[in-house]
């Protein structure tokens, strides 16, 4: 796996902190069609990680995980509401604060959704950025990933998972809490307003840093 040997975030930028290797060729099957390789975005720091399936093509356009289009714009207005994005939900380049977006696979097929053997390269790259950030609370968006962070970190089957059920609920993990969401493009307003009333709820309005024991930054 073409990971850099660089272990200490930059965090002068969001964009690829961890300085990630942007000339992947571990998949030959997407370096053709792909525009570029996209990294994860945020807060080294962050105590929440979002993680989608793979990048559209607004993200990858914008080379920024969940941004453009409606299905970007949509996380990026709930988490604008929650206090975690700082700029409009149309930025390309975020000002985000104590989250960190990210997805299973960095580069994007124009005609197809990523493989098994896609998803497996590239979980190094994912399973890196998740133990350097150490976050508290993760959300899986969509059930591929849900599925995928369910193997990892909860003792359930990941068949046992359905995310338009698990949307906006808690689940507990090995060592963190999953917060499922919908794919952003399938999600209703009603969807959305469920997601931010629960994190408000449920997550912000309690010592969440109390997952782990781990000390508040």
């Given at each position: 796996?073409?990971?850099?040997?660089a272990?200490?975030?930059?965090?002068?930028?969001f964009?690829?902190?961890?300085?990630?290797?942007?000339?992947?060729?571990?998949?030959?099957?997407?370096?053709?069609?792909?525009?570029?390789?996209?990294?994860?975005?945020?807060d080294?720091?962050?105590?929440?990680?979002?993680?989608?399936?793979?990048p559209?093509?607004?993200?990858?356009?914008?080379?920024?995980?969940?941004?453009?289009?409606?299905?970007?714009?949509?996380?990026?207005?709930?988490?604008?509401?929650?206090?975690?994005?700082?700029?409009?939900?149309?930025?390309?380049?975020?000002?985000?604060?104590?989250?960190f977006?990210?997805?299973?696979?960095?580069c994007?097929?124009?005609?197809?959704?990523?493989?098994?053997?896609e998803?497996?390269?590239?979980e190094p790259?994912?399973?890196a950025?998740?133990?350097?950030?150490?976050?508290?609370?993760?959300?899986?968006?969509?059930?591929?990933?849900?599925?995928?962070?369910?193997?990892?970190?909860?003792?359930?089957?990941?068949?046992?998972?359905?995310?338009?059920?698990?949307?906006?609920?808690?689940?507990?993990?090995?060592?963190?809490?999953?917060?499922?969401?919908?794919?952003?493009?399938?999600?209703?307003?009603?969807?959305?307003?469920?997601?931010?009333?629960?994190?408000?709820?449920?997550v912000?309005?309690?010592?969440?840093?109390?997952t782990?024991?781990?000390?508040?930054?």
């Amino acid at each position: 796996m073409a990971l850099t040997e660089a272990v200490d975030a930059n965090q002068q930028e969001f964009r690829n902190p961890f300085g990630m290797d942007e000339a992947c060729e571990n998949c030959p099957e997407l370096c053709g069609p792909r525009d570029r390789v996209v990294h994860g975005y945020g807060d080294v720091g962050a105590e929440f990680v979002v993680i989608g399936t793979r990048p559209t093509a607004a993200a990858e356009a914008n080379g920024v995980p969940f941004t453009g289009d409606g299905g970007g714009e949509r996380v990026q207005s709930i988490f604008g509401d929650l206090g975690f994005v700082r700029s409009p939900p149309d930025a390309a380049a975020p000002d985000v604060q104590n989250v960190f977006f990210t997805t299973l696979t960095r580069c994007r097929h124009p005609e197809r959704e990523p493989t098994d053997r896609e998803i497996e390269t590239c979980e190094p790259f994912v399973n890196a950025e998740i133990r350097m950030i150490n976050p508290q609370i993760i959300v899986p968006v969509g059930g591929r990933p849900l599925r995928e962070l369910a193997i990892e970190y909860t003792t359930r089957r990941p068949d046992s998972f359905d995310v338009d059920a698990e949307h906006a609920t808690t689940i507990r993990g090995r060592g963190f809490e999953l917060v499922p969401m919908k794919e952003p493009d399938a999600m209703t307003d009603a969807d959305a307003d469920a997601f931010v009333a629960h994190m408000r709820e449920n997550v912000l309005s309690r010592d969440y840093r109390q997952t782990k024991g781990r000390q508040s930054r």
